[in-house]
């Protein structure tokens, strides 16, 4: 099974290699170096292949001397000195050949993902009241420090607070390499067990938020009329936030007609940025509705990654008495949580990466 997966992976990676010459012949062609549409497309094309095509030739090329280094060791031709030199480099090639194919493999599987440098993440209240609002505070900052760790710029699009500093809805946008491949996991139900600070007696409470992970591409082909495809509603922006906040229509509320998507956005005082923030988020959901739409496996990725709400949808929870983070996709069980809550994500996400780059090859 193992070789048959990895026949179909080097067979793969062939055929994107010759799509690569190909597209490097026609970058050079007089005809479509004048066409800069057409160039900036394969320009882009080109980028995209670099990032398999490079190592599969390293691959390629340790092969090579693999088979050769195999050959010379049994060959009675060659004398003692020879062989004894070639076979004591197979150990070596055989280790460098190895972890090449499984960076192949990974890098195949997850190219598309690799690809996305900008996502909307969106935290919600669930189940838990005042609660609830506290924890979508703590999974904001959670990966907020991740985020700096890792050198990912993040941006608060729009944030609803609630009473204590928690916050019923808070919607981010993060930028930076392999962004999608580091936070992509983490769409879906989360459960906290803690004691809450408005917990007199000390009882431990059951919590949820949802999380979801939208892919922003770089270019997304969704045509909308904002004339005619959707109604826009202004009023005024409530809660805190001075006279200009309360009293002046800046909040921007959009319904897509067809689909009754709607977003709604007051984090600026200026209606017009409120609008183009509001606009950026619609066309974001809606590339993710006709993703689903025409995607199966999309479609049930996306139905893990946004519930009700509700503690029995979940995907991870966090035990604070027990200083325990549990995945339940992969059954894994940290018993780190407090690091965990500083941005420390490297050991879980990691696992998740391994188990999705095992389910992924399997299908290849």
């Given at each position: 099974m193992a070789q048959e997966v990895n026949e179909r992976l080097i067979a793969k990676l062939g055929e994107l290699k010759a799509r690569h010459d190909v597209l490097n012949e026609q970058l050079v062609d007089p005809v479509i170096a004048v066409d800069p549409t057409q160039?900036?497309?394969?320009?882009?094309?080109l980028g995209r292949l670099r990032r398999l095509v490079e190592p599969f030739c390293e691959f390629t090329r340790v092969c090579e001397e693999l088979d050769d280094a195999r050959a010379?060791?049994?060959?009675?031709?060659?004398?003692?000195?020879?062989?004894?030199?070639?076979?004591?480099?197979?150990?070596?090639?055989?280790?460098?050949?190895?972890?090449?194919?499984?960076?192949?493999?990974?890098?195949?599987?997850?190219?598309?993902d690799a690809s996305i440098t900008s996502i909307i993440v969106e935290i919600r209240a669930g189940t838990g009241g005042a609660e609830a609002a506290l924890f979508v505070r703590d999974l904001y900052e959670m990966y907020l420090r991740y985020c700096e760790k890792k050198k990912l710029s993040m941006e608060v699009l729009d944030q609803s607070g609630r009473d204590m500093g928690g916050f019923k809805?808070?919607?981010?946008?993060?930028?930076?390499p392999d962004v999608y491949r580091l936070l992509g996991y983490e769409g879906g139900g989360h459960r906290v067990q803690r004691v809450p600070a408005t917990e007199a007696q000390g009882r431990i409470h059951t919590s949820a938020a949802t999380v979801a992970v939208l892919p922003e591409p770089e270019e997304v082909n969704i045509d909308?009329?904002?004339?005619?495809?959707?109604?826009?509603?202004?009023?005024?922006?409530?809660?805190?936030?001075?006279?200009?906040?309360?009293k002046v229509s800046s909040a921007i509320r959009l319904v897509h007609l067809a689909t009754n998507i709607t977003v709604s956005m007051r984090d600026e005082k200026s209606q017009h940025k409120?609008?183009?923030?509001?606009?950026?988020?619609?066309?974001?959901?809606?590339?993710?509705?006709?993703?689903r739409e025409n995607n199966a496996e999309r479609a049930s990725v996306r139905k893990t990654m946004v519930g009700s709400g509700d503690r029995s949808q979940r995907i991870r929870t966090y035990n604070f008495p027990q200083n325990?983070?549990?995945?339940?996709?992969?059954?894994?069980?940290?018993?780190?949580l407090e690091k965990i809550m500083q941005g420390e994500?490297?050991?879980?996400?990691?696992?998740?990466?391994?188990?999705?780059?095992?389910?992924?090859?399997?299908?290849?």
């Open positions: 160039t900036i497309a394969i320009t882009k094309e010379m060791a049994v060959d009675p031709a060659q004398d003692d000195d020879l062989r004894a030199l070639a076979e004591a480099e197979v150990g070596p090639l055989t280790a460098q050949h190895d972890d090449l194919l499984e960076g192949l493999k990974f890098a195949l599987v997850s190219d598309d809805e808070i919607i981010l946008n993060v930028k930076g909308i009329n904002w004339d005619t495809d959707t109604e826009e509603f202004v009023s005024r922006a409530g809660g805190p936030g001075g006279q200009n906040v309360n409120n609008r183009a923030k509001a606009r950026r988020i619609m066309q974001t959901r809606l590339y993710d509705h006709f993703q325990r983070v549990t995945d339940h996709r992969i059954g894994l069980d940290l018993h780190s994500l490297d050991e879980l996400i990691e696992a998740l990466q391994t188990h999705d780059k095992e389910e992924r090859i399997k299908n290849l």
